[in-house]
Each structure stands twice: as structure tokens, then as C-alpha cells.
């Protein structure tokens, strides 16, 4: 394995890790708004998607009056997740990667969606890319989440 494979198989986990927090933040906010605790709040939200779990939220933060600012944090991620981070996330993560001794990056294959079974290099700072705005989903919502005692840990 080279260095820039290694680059890559790490990169990939950070996204994973990243991804699972950023749904776990969705999770406890869907959880406080409805004041339900982690047992039955997992019965309601650990089956969903990113999408309808962040779509759940801002129809309930937007029926209950909820904050202001956990609303709009709310709808700025789901365009963020709409505007392609959803789909280079599944990529990062889903994707078949693969090299040989004459390929001079790793490339991915996807096999669901646009360009399905079509391998393409992949270069590092795309999926670095990927961490970094999934940080920034994040970092978008953390602010109100501790501000209402939302817990993050």
C-alpha cells in the first residue's frame, strides 16, 4: 500500500466518522425538541436517512417555534447536504477504490446514481474537501446546540 493509499483509506474514515457525528447532532436535536430520551428517541430517528432525519427536525423546530437560529442552522445544512455533500459523502464511502502498479492516483467506481460503473482518478484533496464541509455542517449547528443544552457528546 502507498502513502497516498493510506492518505485515502484515512481520509475515508474521517469522512465516516464526520458523517456518523453529524447525524448524532440531527438525532439529539430531533430528540430535545420533542423532550423524548435516547432510548425512544433512537426507536424514532436510527432507522432514517440524513435527509429525512434533518427534514424531521426543521418540521418540527419550524411547528414548535423553535429557535431561530437552530432553524436556520437547520435549513443551511440540508442546502449543504442538497447541494452535493450527500452525494460526494456516499461516493467517499460507497465507492469501489482500486489502483495497480501503473496508476498514478486510486481511482473509485460507484455503482448507483451518475457516472454508475465508471471508475475516475480521485485525487486527495477532494475527499479532504469532504471533511471539511462536513465540518463545516457541524460547525453550523453546534453553536445553537450548546446554547440550547442540545447535548453533543
Excluded at 6 to 33: D, H, K, P, Q, V
Excluded at 55 to 72: G, K, P, T, V
Amino acid at each position: 500500500m502507498t502513502l497516498d493509499q493510506n492518505r485515502y483509506f484515512m481520509l475515508t474514515g474521517a469522512i465516516c466518522s464526520l458523517w456518523s457525528y453529524l447525524e448524532y447532532l440531527l438525532s439529539n436535536i430531533i430528540w430535545s425538541l420533542l423532550s423524548l430520551d435516547k432510548e425512544i428517541g433512537n426507536i424514532i430517528t436510527g432507522g432514517r436517512d440524513i435527509l429525512p432525519k434533518i427534514n424531521m427536525a426543521i418540521a418540527l423546530a419550524n411547528h414548535l417555534d423553535a429557535d431561530r437560529e437552530l432553524r436556520r442552522a437547520l435549513v443551511d445544512v440540508r442546502k449543504q447536504l442538497q447541494s452535493g455533500l450527500q452525494d460526494e459523502r456516499n461516493a467517499a464511502v460507497h465507492g469501489v477504490y482500486s489502483s495497480n502498479e501503473t496508476a498514478i492516483r486510486p481511482r473509485r467506481e460507484t455503482h448507483r446514481g451518475k457516472g454508475s460503473g465508471q471508475a475516475k482518478d480521485v485525487d486527495v484533496t477532494e475527499l479532504e474537501a469532504v471533511v471539511r464541509d462536513i465540518k463545516k455542517a457541524i460547525d453550523t449547528l453546534l453553536p445553537s446546540c450548546e446554547r440550547l443544552g442540545i447535548n453533543v457528546h
